[in-house]
T-cell receptor, first 114, second 117 residues
Framework: DTGVSQDPRHKITKRGQNVTFRCDPI?????LYWYRQTLGQGPEFLTY????????KSRLLSDRFSAERPKGSFSTLEIQRTEQGDSAMYLC????????????FGPGTRLTVT | AQTVTQSQPEMSVQEAETVTLSCTYD???????LFWYKQPPSRQMILVIR??????QNATENRFSVNFQKAAKSFSLKISDSQLGDAAMYFC??????????????FGKGTHLIIQP
């Protein structure tokens, strides 16, 4: 399977704990995006990488959020000191930069903060 | 900042009939991309159709077609011969070309499409 994969699919954590999510993009894609989707809303763009360079991080929701893509392949999104308001679906997408910049999405990681 | 508006929170259509989902957007850019994505319940987002703003011809993918009105900043999706498998949330999305088309997408709030058997 060459689709975008995300791990874990579900995460339940207590308020104040740190969590980390992983995204593996389609292998030949050099662009990787993170989005957050809350119930009843469309996805909200968080950050974006081209290869290992993070080109847009101003929309990360707070300084508790950070993302890395160390070798230009997989990426991680970390949330420190989680709050109940962080409960959401976190989506990853990738694109090749060709084909009119179509982005292909993974299945998402659903985070529940108790 | 760009905004995308989907004014229909929910639409219902009889199986085999045609339905149109509305989308309007606001931008100051002249070149951009528009997309419709489908998100079935508990399943991942799937690209349905895309439209480049510089193309006058409306995009078509099998039973799915768009009506792109650039001056009106309108981008509606028509689904012909609706099937039960079309039931899903449908999101309209915008991507500007100022970042080379590689920026994050701006999504609308979505339209929940119900297919009546």
């Amino acid at each position: 399977d060459t689709g975008v994969s995300q791990d874990p699919r579900h995460k339940i954590t207590k308020r104040g704990q740190n969590v980390t999510f992983r995204c593996d993009p389609i292998s030949e894609h050099n662009r990787l995006y993170w989005y957050r989707q809350t119930l009843g809303q469309g996805p909200e763009f968080l950050t974006y990488f081209q290869n290992e360079a993070q080109l847009e991080k101003s929309r990360l929701l707070s300084d508790r959020f950070s993302a890395e893509r160390p070798k230009g392949s997989f990426s991680t999104l970390e949330i420190q000191r989680t709050e109940q308001g962080d409960s959401a679906m976190y989506l990853c997408a990738s694109s090749s930069g060709r084909s009119s910049y179509e982005q292909y999405f993974g299945p998402g990681t659903r985070l529940t903060v108790t | 900042a760009q905004t995308v508006t989907q004014s229909q929170p929910e639409m219902s259509v009889q199986e085999a009939e045609t339905v149109t989902l509305s989308c309007t957007y606001d931008t100051s850019e002249s070149d951009y991309y528009l997309f419709w994505y489908k998100q079935p319940p508990s399943r991942q987002m799937i690209l349905v159709i895309r439209q480049e703003a510089y193309k006058q011809q409306n995009a078509t993918e099998n039973r799915f077609s768009v009506n792109f009105q650039k001056a009106a900043k309108s981008f509606s999706l028509k689904i012909s011969d609706s099937q039960l498998g079309d039931a899903a949330m449908y999101f309209c999305a915008y991507n500007g070309n100022s970042g080379g088309g590689a920026d994050g997408l701006t999504f609308g709030k979505g339209t929940h499409l119900i297919i009546q058997p």
